[in-house]
């Protein structure tokens, strides 16, 4: 069956530009989650959805980052503004049960560059 | 959460066992210790996870000491697919952060 999607694979944002990355989770996985990755470096938390509801956003980075889920499934992490430091791999999770009760699937992420 | 140390990187020969520790000496009575690994270019793959009896599946085996201050993780017949970089991570019960860490890098050499 059909894992975790995301899109675009690539994006290349000129620095100040707004960026949208989907994130197509597995169908009827209720919890979502977004992870930025650093070259070199292990994924970082971001922010949760247990269906539509963000229920923690302590690790984006910003203001300028921003993610929703509006009918419990797809999702979307905007970054508006966007600036050299932005540059990472964007990964997306779902699992099919409340929190990390049941081990994650991730997509193979966004690869962001920002010029 | 406890935090995990694992080594930089570790090569293997094809075809022999891979065992890769991991200590997290101030893990918790309710903490579970998680495997993933991410192949070059893709996003981590969930192994396996424990909380003190050992445990097997078709992917590893995971070795979890009695005073669960360290674990190791053993690919028992290492293929050139499975290098790539593996997570220990240790996770509260109720928790909704995975913290990664560095990892160790396998590389499998034929």
């Known amino acids: 069956g059909a894992g975790v999607s995301q899109s675009p694979r690539y994006k290349v944002a000129k620095r100040g530009q707004d960026v949208a990355l989907r994130c197509d989770p597995i169908?009827?996985?209720?919890?979502l989650f977004w992870y930025q990755q650093a070259l070199g470096q292990g994924p970082e938390f971001l922010t949760y959805?247990?269906?539509?509801?963000?229920?923690?956003k302590s690790g984006l980075p910003s203001d300028r980052f921003f993610a929703e889920r509006p009918e419990g499934s797809v999702s979307t992490l905007k970054i508006q503004r966007t600036q050299q430091e932005d540059s990472a791999v964007y990964l997306c999770?779902?699992?099919?049960?409340?929190?990390?009760?049941?081990?994650?699937?991730f997509g193979n992420g966004t690869r962001l560059t920002v010029t | 959460d406890a935090k995990t140390t694992q080594p930089t990187s570790m090569d293997c020969a094809e075809g022999r066992a891979a065992n890769l520790p991991c200590n997290h000496s101030?893990?918790?009575?309710?903490?579970?210790v998680y495997w993933y690994r991410q192949i070059h270019s893709q996003g981590p793959q969930y192994i396996i996870h424990?909380?003190?009896n050992n445990e097997t599946n078709e992917m590893a085996s995971l070795i979890i000491t009695e005073d669960r201050k360290s674990s190791t993780l053993i690919l028992p017949h290492a293929t050139l697919r499975d290098t790539a970089v593996y997570y220990c991570?240790?996770?509260?019960?109720?928790?909704?952060?995975?913290?990664f860490g560095t990892g160790t890098r396998l590389t499998v050499i034929p």
């Open positions: 101030t893990i918790s009575g309710n903490e579970y």
């Open positions: 991570i240790v996770l509260k019960d109720g928790a909704n952060n995975l913290f």
């Open positions: 169908s009827g996985h209720v919890s």
């Open positions: 999770a779902s699992s099919p049960r409340a929190g990390l009760n049941s081990p994650l699937h």
């Open positions: 424990g909380l003190k």
């Open positions: 959805f247990q269906n539509e509801a963000q229920l923690d």
